[in-house]
């Protein structure tokens, strides 16, 4: 028997509140429901190594503050925090649940700080970043481990290898959820439940539906426990969709990673000071439209469009140093041919590339700091920024690979995260909170650390609402 | 790269440059991040850098059973032990860090049997057994030049070997001879030791016995090094009032010796006692096993030595004192013949790693300001 399982929950009691799920979200539920004299139970599918869904790949959050404080150097107020969500999803949003969420994620870090998270101050790595998001110290997984501990201090019930598999909901009510523990099938009673059980980017089967074949070469950069088991019983039960089932967030890494939870070391960022090519050796698009931290999320979508779902980024040794070192070490060759060689591609073809690449620079003083204006002349697909000859050996290549971080189809909630219904009517006891709703703010792209402000303040919100719900219907009995 | 354990060293320390999660918990991996790419002087600089919190283990998303099964204090901890073969000096004993558990062990019992019989041998058993008092009391147990003599010879040769294995760790880290001179950095290196800084993880502590955090380890180690400071002052002052005020030992308790020691051998004892407990209670995942001999040999060493000495004070009054002493004074004898053949040298390498460190982000941040004016 592992050391977590000495208190075993009893199954033959009904819990107040059920929560589907391990990651940041699920917590904030669980441990804000159990704050609230609820008993509460939480089955996270994975084995308590691996526990805490994405979020333990995460490292920082997002929130609304009226002032610095330590660890961030200065305010972040509701309009600006709009403005940048606006600008991601280009409008693919609920201004009045996103501008709710935003609201409610005013001074959140004192929340957490007090259920365990400790933040660190702004440093080197963080610099970016460090008026409007929160830094975790040691990350994700170091967030995760203290709000587990304090779950646990506060006496949520915690069963690990627990993947619920199917709800049981009458006349709109959620009744009990059968899951498989260890392989064995079992049943949770609640009174209410809380679905925080992520996306299903960890699907293959589910992203070829959307993807097609191509999903098949797609890597997974989180968990492998996100297979969006809750969203599809939820949607064949009749819930609301929101957000575009083709679409995922993904960006270009390294086609060497791991197939699931490569997580952040796998990123590239060495695209804009290079040249990219497909499996033919052709350039595709414009590797210098703009900073990286702008373009890098559409460069997934770009390599999943090239046949093969395969692309290659190519330097030489002058950009080497320019950008954050990586996992898996550069492919190097003498020359282009030899470089040719040892990514099988065909010499002739990149050779052509190159020199028709390198033809087309124009001299002008390159700046990795700045839109420099080091453009193209004369060539499809022009490099706009950046651009400079690949003539100084040894060359250096990176294989690349579309790897989806999460996906957007979500469940529809209302601002007590109840789960809408086809027709708009609220499940009464069913709430949602982390990526299996958001969608309904997050349309479409991306915004670093807002993925955990959804899930802290929906997490908190479906944990305090599970509650109400539970108090107002024993009231009535 | 040559041995397995500079390989692991260098494949964890390549992963986490990628990563960089964990750099608000110590000094490692800002200067981890100084680099791309990592030489074997830069590995050997990151061991002896690492002060084992292992708060970057817990916190690791790729920390076993992931499939990059990184163990960043176990892999700096493996490589450490290797440093201190590959620095220590003279360099024919550096066989003795293989088992050193075992060694040390062999060296404090040979200290202890190699007093009593000197001192059985040309004092007779009246040394051992006979009740001793006022001034000179432990000098009719073993003479003052028979302690001094042996005691100051051997402080001489550790010094100069605790020198030339720091020399050594700077040469071979990449430092320059004329570095050492910058006291700015000394200072910054100082503070660090002196509070332990790289123990508190950051605020809470670190992971030590177990997953939790927490400052326990950090107070043990305090009372360890502070009550190792206070016995040196006690020591220091019985030796100027021995010698150039002629008060001869034993002091009366309310003495500047006896009451530093007395405060110093307590501390000592409830340091390296609590540190002995923690090591049997911790979580051995992220721990340099390969260690285990010379960590606990060495602390279950202060912990005799500091328990013996003050067996002394408090029966130096009875007859058990002679005995008492000899076996006291083998400890001490062996404590400080394995001194530059054990954990002692964690002290030094640390210390010399902790001013490279201050040296190098001190240049680092200087630059980085430069580069943003």
């Keep these: 028997m592992k050391p977590e399982d000495r208190s075993a929950p009893n199954l033959s009691r009904v819990y107040d509140v059920l929560v589907v799920g391990g990651g940041n979200a699920a917590l904030c539920a669980a441990m804000t429901a159990r704050e609230a004299g609820a008993s509460v139970l939480l089955l996270e599918s994975s084995p308590r190594e691996f526990r805490g869904g994405n979020s333990r790949h995460t490292r920082n959050l997002r929130y609304f503050h009226d002032s610095g404080n330590w660890h961030l150097t200065g305010p972040y107020l509701e309009d600006e925090f709009w403005n940048d969500l606006l600008l991601v999803t280009k409008g693919q949003t609920n201004e009045d649940l996103a501008r709710f969420a935003i609201r409610e994620s005013k001074n959140i870090g004192m929340w957490m700080e007090q259920h365990g998270c400790r933040f660190q101050p702004a440093m080197r790595g963080t610099l970016h970043l460090a008026r409007t998001n929160a830094f975790f110290l040691g990350g994700g997984k170091a967030?995760?481990?203290?709000?587990?501990?304090?779950?646990?201090?506060?006496?949520?019930?915690?069963?690990?290898?627990?993947?619920?598999e199917d709800l049981e909901i009458r006349e709109g009510l959620f009744t009990s959820a059968a899951f498989d523990h260890r392989g064995v099938r079992r049943t949770a009673r609640a009174r209410a439940v809380v679905l925080a059980s992520g996306g299903y980017q960890a699907n293959l089967e589910w992203l070829k539906q959307s993807w097609g074949p191509p999903a098949e070469n797609f890597i997974i950069r989180g968990t492998p426990y996100d297979k969006g088991r809750m969203l599809r019983v939820m949607l064949d039960q009749g819930a609301q969709p929101v957000g575009d089932p083709r679409q995922g967030h993904a960006v270009a890494i390294d086609a060497r990673a791991p197939k699931f939870d490569g997580g952040i070391v796998t990123r590239l960022d060495c695209v804009p000071f290079g040249i990219v090519v497909n499996r033919d050796a052709r350039r595709f698009y414009d590797e210098g439209e703009e900073f990286w931290p702008k373009r890098y999320a559409i460069w997934g979508r770009l390599v999943a469009?090239?046949?093969?779902?395969?692309?290659?980024?190519?330097?030489?040794?002058?950009?080497?140093?320019?950008?954050?070192?990586?996992?898996?070490?550069?492919?190097e060759a003498g020359s282009i041919r030899d470089m040719a060689a040892r990514l099988k591609l065909d010499p002739a073809a990149l050779d052509d590339t190159v020199q028709a690449f390198n033809a087309a620079t124009r001299p002008g003083s390159f700046d990795p700091a700045a839109l420099d204006g080091c453009a193209t002349e004369g060539i499809e697909p022009a490099k706009s920024h950046w651009a400079r000859p690949l003539d100084t050996p040894p060359f250096y290549a990176y294989p690349l690979r579309p790897g989806i971080t999460f996906t957007y189809l979500s469940l529809t909630v209302n601002r007590r995260t109840q789960v809408i219904m086809q027709g708009g009517t609220p499940a009464e006891n069913i709430f949602a909170a982390g990526e299996i709703m958001s969608g309904n703010i997050l349309g479409q792209g991306y915004m670093a650390g807002f993925g955990m402000t959804i899930g802290t303040v929906f997490g908190r919100i479906a944990g305090k609402e599970s509650v109400r719900y539970v108090v107002e219907r024993l009231k009535r009995s | 790269m040559s041995s397995s354990v500079l390989k692991e060293a260098?494949?964890?320390?390549?992963?986490?440059?990628?990563?960089?999660?964990?750099?608000?918990?110590?000094?490692?991996?800002?200067?981890?991040?100084?680099?791309?790419?990592?030489?074997?002087?830069?590995?050997?600089?990151?061991?002896?850098?690492?002060?084992?919190?292992r708060g970057c283990y817990y916190a690791c998303q790729y920390a076993p059973p992931h499939e990059f099964d990184l163990n960043v204090p176990k892999a700096l901890g493996e490589l450490r032990l290797e440093t201190y073969a590959m620095f220590s000096w003279p360099s024919a004993l550096k066989g003795m860090f293989r088992n050193n558990g075992w060694v040390v062990g062999l060296v404090a019992a040979l200290s202890v049997a190699a007093v009593m019989l000197l001192t059985l041998l040309f004092k007779g058993h009246a040394a051992f057994f006979g009740a001793h008092t006022g001034a000179g009391a432990f000098y009719r147990v073993v003479p003052y030049a028979a302690i001094l003599l042996p005691f100051t010879a051997l402080g001489v040769f550790i010094l100069v070997s605790l020198w030339k294995g720091v020399a050594n760790l700077w040469r071979e880290t990449g430092g320059q001879p004329l570095e050492l001179r910058d006291l700015k950095a000394h200072r910054q290196a100082v503070w660090d030791v002196l509070r332990l800084r790289y123990l508190e993880g950051g605020g809470d502590g670190c992971n030590y016995p177990d997953e939790r955090f927490s400052m326990v380890r950090r107070y043990f180690h305090h009372a360890v090094f502070y009550g190792f400071m206070l016995c040196l002052a006690s020591t220091t002052i019985a030796f100027f009032y021995d010698h150039f005020l002629g008060w001869i030992a034993?002091?009366?308790?309310?003495?500047?010796?006896?009451?530093?020691?007395?405060?110093?051998?307590?501390?000592?004892?409830?340091?390296?006692?609590?540190?002995?407990?923690?090591?049997?209670?911790?979580?051995?995942?992220?721990?340099?096993?390969?260690?285990?001999?010379?960590?606990?040999?060495?602390?279950?060493?202060?912990?005799?030595?500091?328990?013996?000495?003050?067996?002394?004070?408090?029966f130096r009054e009875t007859a058990a004192m002679g005995t008492l002493l000899t076996i006291h004074l083998g400890f001490v004898l062996g404590l400080f013949v394995s001194m530059p053949y054990g954990k002692f040298l964690h002290a030094v390498y640390r210390y010399a790693a902790l001013v490279r460190h201050a040296l190098e982000q001190g240049k680092g941040n200087r630059e980085a300001s430069k580069g943003n004016g």
């Design chain 2, 10 to 53: 260098d494949r964890v320390m390549t992963i986490c440059n990628a990563c960089r999660y964990c750099e608000g918990f110590c000094a490692v991996f800002p200067a981890m991040e100084l680099r791309r790419t990592f030489t074997a002087a830069d590995l050997k600089y990151f061991a002896n850098l690492c002060h084992n919190c």
């Design chain 1, 305 to 331: 469009q090239q046949p093969d779902q395969i692309a290659t980024c190519l330097i030489d040794s002058k950009s080497i140093d320019l950008f954050m070192p990586s996992v898996f070490p550069p492919i």
């Design chain 1, 143 to 164: 967030l995760m481990n203290a709000y587990y501990a304090t779950a646990e201090r506060l006496g949520v019930e915690i069963l690990y290898e627990a993947t619920a």
């Design chain 2, 250 to 314: 034993p002091y009366p308790f309310w003495s500047w010796p006896v009451v530093l020691g007395t405060a110093g051998g307590l501390a000592l004892i409830a340091g390296s006692g609590g540190m002995l407990y923690l090591k049997k209670h911790m979580d051995r995942a992220p721990a340099s096993v390969e260690s285990f001999g010379m960590d606990i040999a060495f602390t279950a060493l202060l912990f005799l030595t500091s328990l013996t000495g003050m067996a002394v004070l408090l």
